[in-house]
């Protein structure tokens, strides 16, 4: 097994493109409270995020961090 070193240029790159990913959606959408219905299709994560984000009008980073606070909240 091969172990990865990045180099820091390589991971400047990546954070680059995460937040390239994330603002997408950012603020795109207006600010509005969780419908049981949304927390119901964020924690089916039948379809992608991206996608979802199109349907309920949410930021793909928002739906992700529904779904780790509401897998918290349970535990």
């Known amino acids: 097994m091969s172990t990865e070193i990045k180099t820091e240029k390589q991971k400047s790159q990546k954070r680059l493109d995460r937040k390239r990913y994330y603002?997408?959606?950012?603020?795109?959408?207006?600010?509005?409270?969780?419908t049981p219905e949304e927390v119901k299709l964020v924690m089916e994560h039948k379809i992608p995020d991206s996608?979802?984000?199109?349907?309920?009008?949410?930021?793909?980073?928002?739906?992700?961090?529904?779904?780790?606070?509401?897998k918290k909240k349970s535990e």
């Not at 603002?23 to 969780?34: C, D, E, G, Q, V």
């Not at 996608?51 to 509401?70: A, C, D």
């Open 23 to 34: 603002a997408k959606t950012a603020n795109l959408y207006p600010r509005h409270p969780w």
């Open 51 to 70: 996608e979802l984000s199109e349907k309920i009008h949410r930021s793909v980073k928002s739906i992700q961090q529904k779904r780790l606070n509401v």
